[in-house]
């Protein structure tokens, strides 16, 4: 993986993979640091314009400030100083990236690949500007169990559809999934920089820098990396068994919640996966249901990841469908603000998005009523929906983002089919039958009886305050399976 052979101080370049343990990069450069008795130094690039940029919301950014912070404390307990270094752009941060390897003599640059389309220019543009000046890069995968790309047809194509990629990756997870790599032991020639530039660099505020609001992410989001260990392990001895019977009823928060944990990477898709692994005796279906289902979700994500690098231009968020980018969304601002506001009339969508404004998270089963609402329901442009969730969302990812809003609207590889659109009603009546998701974020529908909380009628909206709802069932279904049929008929 390296392009050069020499010898000198190492530079580990922290990303998407905040962590010590299990760490391919950080253990790289520390085990060959400790046999040839080198320093080893750390860099970590706050770039809020860049964030900005792609829409990022300030819980996910006060988020990773705090993990970034306890990243710093274990790689000091370890000998590695981190430095947190303002660059504001990716550009930036190349540049002030090739000033450090030059003023501080490293000769060694390890991270782990990012696999989006501007992540993956940045790191050719880094291998490149290494390579001229005799640097050794070495790239390693963490993000995903098997490295996208590597999970491919009879005839060596990527999988677009889920099923067979599951049946191809699940026989080669079996095969290859081995024990996460342990945490370094610690330096004995610890590091420290003494150059004044990058210390006044250092002691930029991260806050100003950020100019980030008092908005505090949900207290159950983790921003270290043992809360998150736990968290698993918990997952797994209480919860895991029953994963399959109860992970589609939000009320009973019976799901992991380590979507941000892992989008953070304070957990890699191995200590998950081997975690579960072992705990199943095994990847393949035979253990237990609840995990062979954990599992599997595991599998959407690694799917979709497979797909981002497959399709790039996923990453402009452009249709996986091209004849879909045909369909014509409607231009209604004030439909958009009443879902983003949880407003719609739709009790379980308004508790869904009331969920994700005051916690930053949704469940996954709201995730595809709330998604299919706003593409289906009110014909608006999934794209809208998809970056108000990554501003909301602390695990605000991509790749999964991404697979999860064109499955919802139908445009995405493997959807769900056009005219299966869901009756945001009957869904909040089989998966939460007793309205106790519904009325833990919209408690004026308390008073209700449990049956009631679902649709309210007009007398009950009136006493309770509830609004009516924006749009007619069946009328919004019609019109959503004329606007997908229309595209056949243009054929
Ligand atoms: P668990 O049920 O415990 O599952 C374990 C892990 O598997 C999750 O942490 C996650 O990493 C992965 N996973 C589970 N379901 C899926 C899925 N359908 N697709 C991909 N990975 C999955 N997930 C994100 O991590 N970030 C996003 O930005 C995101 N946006 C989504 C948008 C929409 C419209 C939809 C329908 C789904 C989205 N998902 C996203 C997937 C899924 O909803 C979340 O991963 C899940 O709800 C997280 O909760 P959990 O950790 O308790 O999951």
């Known amino acids: 993986m390296s392009n050069q052979q020499s010898t000198g101080r190492h530079l580990v370049w922290f990303r998407t993979d905040l962590r010590v ?42 988020l990773m400030q705090n993990a970034v912070h306890n990243l710093k404390q274990a790689l000091a307990e370890r000998g590695v100083e981190l430095l947190v270094l303002h660059a504001g752009t990716f550009n930036h941060s190349l540049q002030l990236l090739q000033q ?31 390579n001229i000046h005799q640097v050794n890069v070495h790239r390693f995968h963490d993000q995903c169990l098997i490295p996208p790309g590597a999970v491919l047809t009879k005839t ?46 250092l002691t930029e505020p991260l806050r100003r820098a950020l100019t980030l609001t008092d908005q505090c992410p949900d207290a159950r989001w983790f921003d270290d990396e043992s809360s998150a260990h736990h968290a698993l392990h918990n997952f797994l001895q209480q919860q895991g068994r029953h994963y399959h019977q109860r992970r589609d009823f939000p009320a009973l ?50 799917f979709y990841r497979h797909l981002l690098v497959a399709c790039p231009d996923l990453c402009k968020h452009q249709a996986f469908k091209p004849e879909t980018e045909r369909v ?34 949704m469940h996954n089963r709201l995730r595809m009523v709330s998604a299919m609402f706003l593409s289906k329901h009110l014909l608006i442009d999934w794209r809208r929906g998809e970056a108000f969730f990554n501003q909301y969302l ?43 998701f519904l009325i833990r974020y919209l408690p004026q529908l308390t008073s209700l009886p449990a049956t009631s909380r679902h649709q309210p009628n007009a007398f009950e909206r009136q006493q309770t305050g509830y609004p009516d709802a924006i749009v007619d069932h069946a009328f919004a279904r019609q019109r959503a399976l004329n606007a997908f049929k229309a595209l056949k008929q243009e054929n």
Request: hydrophobic share 35%; glycine share 6%.
């Open 253 to 302: 928060d019976a799901t992991s919640q380590l979507s941000t944990a892992l989008s953070l990477g304070l957990l890699s898709p191995r200590q998950c996966l081997f975690a579960a692994s072992q705990a199943n005796q095994g990847l393949l279906a035979g253990g237990t249901a609840g995990l062979d289902s954990w599992i599997n979700e595991l599998t959407w994500r690694e």
């Open 394 to 436: 602390v695990d605000a990812d991509l790749a999964s983002n991404n697979g999860g809003w064109q499955w919802s609207a139908s445009t995405g590889a493997d959807g769900v089919p056009y005219f299966r659109i869901f009756n945001p009603t009957t869904q909040s009546q089989r998966f939460d039958a007793d309205g106790q």
């Open 328 to 361: 014509k969304w409607r231009d209604a601002e004030a439909d958009f603000q009443a879902w983003c506001d949880g407003r719609t009339g739709y009790p379980i969508v308004d508790a869904a998005q009331q969920q994700l404004l005051t916690t930053g998270w």
């Open 156 to 201: 060596n194509l990527p999988f677009k559809v889920y099923s067979p990629f599951r049946k191809a990756w699940l026989a080669q997870a079996e095969r290859q999934l081995s024990a996460p790599l342990p945490s370094p032991a610690a330096l004995q020639q610890p590091s420290s920089t003494t150059s004044t530039t990058w210390q006044q660099i």
């Open 21 to 62: 343990h299990d760490n391919p990069a950080l253990y790289h450069a520390m085990t060959t640091a400790q046999s040839q008795a080198q320093q080893v130094l750390a860099v970590y690039f706050v770039t809020p314009e860049q964030w900005r940029q792609h829409g990022l919301g300030e819980r996910k950014i006060r």
């Open 100 to 130: 450090l390897v030059l003023e501080l003599d490293i000769r060694h640059i390890s991270f782990n690949n990012e696999y989006e389309v501007n992540e993956c220019k940045r790191d050719i543009l880094c291998y490149r500007w290494a």
